[in-house]
């Protein structure tokens, strides 16, 4: 990056993991704490001025606390409020509002992609792959999707909600993890055909502009899972070190030939516009026997763990280091700052406007860091 301006970084995360440490799926929302904290050094590092904020119940009480710090743009890792994912979209949608800038995908394309089955309506409208599901309310609703089905949380990430016993092979067990989801997580569920066959994840990077650059593929390698547990990555898989499922379910590298490669892109590019995802994101994909290329989940502002983290893991076999995709995502969310950008109609229609308070800046600059920098990290309030 050049110049030599020191912009002014929030990095915002949510803190509503605090005090539900009883709940084992807490884990999914514990772990965005530390990405917080090594994204500020690696920030520290690259001439900024960062500063890390939590959000607890309060939104409005972080919008105060933006307005007292006056930032270039906020780093936002904020995936849920008061442990509910639905409130995901609400800080970039109060963002928006403040004219402040932030990283990742806006609020249209966060609801999309957390509400599972309206994201599969758009997939199917714009002719991407995704398996057949239906959208469940009720225990008893009447459910017609081809056997084995996976039964899932309509609306959680991170496999919250997804365990061996969501993949059923009748009916009846159907209804019961239907049942259970319903009770459990207190939402719908969705009941879809299950693919049997190869997960390939694909990463996304934005550019700004034309399609967003695709990263090499990475997939799960399950060899080493029990026969008798079915080929997904459960809850247990992701999160549990101590669990045959985490130890059966390895990321390696996929190699795919040049043309299930471009059926791979095509599906995760087109999933990417049909929910307008930009900056980065990941698309998860299972390779039927057929070679068709289904697109079973859609992630905007994907885990950024420096070590274990998907999207890093993926930028680094392309030759990316840590500090440069952070480097590149900033830049994008610099880019669309109001005083860096086309105004918008509804601005200009008010007539001149006063001088903009603070000085423009450059985007971020400043020397390589290294996954391994030791600086110290501001403290995180």
Known sequence: MTGSGQPRVVVIYNRDFEGAEADPENRAREDVENVATHLMRVLDAHDCVPSALGVHDDVFEVVDELRRRVPDVVFNLCESISGDSRFEPLLPLLLEKEGIAYTGSGPLALSLALHKHKAKELLRARGVPTPEAVYVTQPGQVVSVPFPAIVKPAREDASVGIYSESV??????????????????RQPALVERYIEGREVYVSLLGRPSGPPEVLPFFEIDFSALPPDRPRIVSFEGKWMESSVEYEGTKPVPCHLDAA??????????????????????????RLAADGTPFVIDVNPNCDLSHEAGGFSRAARAGGLAYDEIVARILELALARRQHADTTPLAIRSRGPQPPVPTPERSPVSGGA?????????????
Do not use: F, K
Not at 168 to 185: E, F, K, L, S
Not at 265 to 271: H, I, N, S, Y
Not at 369 to 381: I, N
């Open 168 to 185: 059923v092979a009748d009916a009846a067990a159907m209804q019961a993890r239907v049942a259970h989801v319903i009770a459990q997580y």
């Open 260 to 285: 299930q490669a471009a059926a791979v892109t095509a599906a995760a590019r087109g999933a990417w516009d049909a929910l307008e995802l930009r900056d980065y994101g990941r698309v998860d994909i």
């Open 369 to 381: 860091a290294t996954e391994g920098d030791e600086a110290a990290p501001r403290s995180v309030v």
